[in-house]
């Protein structure tokens, strides 16, 4: 197998799509798009070189998206996606690839067959190659608002990403085309005087550009997410001398402390489990045994970060979560917001997808007599069908 590098040009600062964010960074179906290319990339081509290319203005929202992924150093592009490639190439040139994949952070539906097309056509000895479909809709030429005749489209293509290429061919048609505007590696190296193969491409694979392409793309993930489960957790807390306690990853001052060996966030701590359970992964003493010195005084958020990192380990999606906190005492209705936002921050999806409950027990048992609170979770998860 010859070496491979993949160079995703993120650098983009488009806004098409409607938000305040460059588009890469925006969410589809709980998931920054980036994210979703990026695992695309690493499941196709595993020991692969990854090289993303980004804004210099978008270090934060890139280590937002690209938490607990471990692949090469960013470079920023420059002010055309041709520089924005040509310098992901000089970074990437120190390993001496031998093919190198350049692929567009905004198609996040790269397949393995997909790739394989690709580098199956470098492997039988191209120098560039690029992923097509045929064009099946029946085009016009139009003048005004009139039809001025047919457009015989049957050696009509639409390109895609990842586009495949020799390294050494493709830098040095880089380098002969330094203050060009192209648009596509294809037509750089077809302007150095390579042939360009094409292979089948996928219609699934499509851009994501405007506001109406992400509600697509996300419909897309649903159809595909269809394995749904529900999991539900449950804790218990006592209380302790103390000034304030944690729920639901919000401090509140109070006239008593949870015991715990980590933060006592009994609300957290069932989430955690409901969210495990979904996916039948254990509970939160399997991943974080109480036994362990550790996790003494752990703040809970890592505990639900991790359950979720599981679930989008196996492909899946938290689709809604909702958290029901019994006690008699703090009062909860002040909080809700701030625990609502908490938990969607945490869990990395929207606020309407979390709910914050609570009820007392009308003086009945342990939370009644305010020896401590207990919390009851649910979680539901999306997963394709063949991730467990």
């Not at 695309?40 to 993303?52: F, H, R």
Request: proline share 4%.
């Amino acid at each position: 197998m010859k070496k491979i590098a993949i160079i995703i040009v993120a650098a983009g600062q488009g806004r098409r799509a409607g938000e305040g964010l460059p588009k890469q960074y925006r969410l589809i179906a709980g998931k920054a798009m980036l994210r979703r290319t990026i695992e695309g990339v690493i499941s196709a081509l595993p020991d692969a070189l990854v090289q993303v290319v980004i804004g210099a203005d978008d270090h934060a929202d890139y280590n937002a998206a690209m938490e607990g992924i471990h692949i090469l150093p960013t470079v920023f592009g420059g002010a055309s996606r041709q520089l924005s490639v040509y310098n992901g190439l000089q970074a990437i040139e120190c390993h001496s690839p031998e093919f190198v994949l350049i692929h567009d952070a905004a198609r996040p539906f790269l397949t393995t067959e997909l790739v394989s097309n690709v580098t199956a056509a470098l492997e039988s000895g191209a120098n560039a190659v690029i992923p097509a479909i045929p064009i099946v809709d029946t085009l016009n030429k139009v003048q005004g608002t009139r039809i001025a005749g047919l457009v015989d489209r049957s050696s009509l293509f639409a390109i895609q990403t990842p586009q495949g290429f020799d390294f050494a061919a493709l830098m040095a048609a880089h380098k002969a085309a330094k203050g060009g505007t192209f648009t596509d590696d294809g037509s750089i190296m077809e302007a150095a005087g390579h042939p360009v193969e094409i292979c089948a491409g996928d219609e699934r694979n499509f851009k994501v550009t405007h506001p109406h392409d992400f509600k697509k793309a996300e419909a897309q993930i649903m159809n595909e997410l269809g394995d749904i489960r529900t999991g539900t957790g449950y804790d218990v807390h006592r209380f302790e001398e103390g000034e304030y306690l944690w729920l639901c990853g919000v401090k509140i001052p109070f006239t008593k402390a949870l015991k715990g060996h980590s933060d006592a966030d009994v609300g957290l701590h069932a989430l955690t489990d409901a969210l495990l359970s979904a996916v039948a992964a254990g509970d939160i003493g399997t991943h974080f045994p109480p036994t362990e010195e550790k996790w003494r005084g752990a703040a809970s958020d890592m505990f639900i970060k991790k359950a979720a990192m599981i679930i989008r380990d196996r492909g899946g999606v938290i689709s809604n979560v909702a958290v029901c906190l019994i006690c008699e005492k703090p009062k909860i209705g002040p909080q809700n917001e701030a625990m609502t936002a908490r938990i969607a921050a945490l869990l990395g999806i929207a606020p309407e997808r979390v709910s914050v409950q609570a009820t007392t027990t009308e003086k009945l048992g342990f939370t009644g007599r305010e020896e401590g609170i207990a919390a009851q979770a649910t979680a539901t998860v999306r997963l394709p069908w063949q991730a467990i």
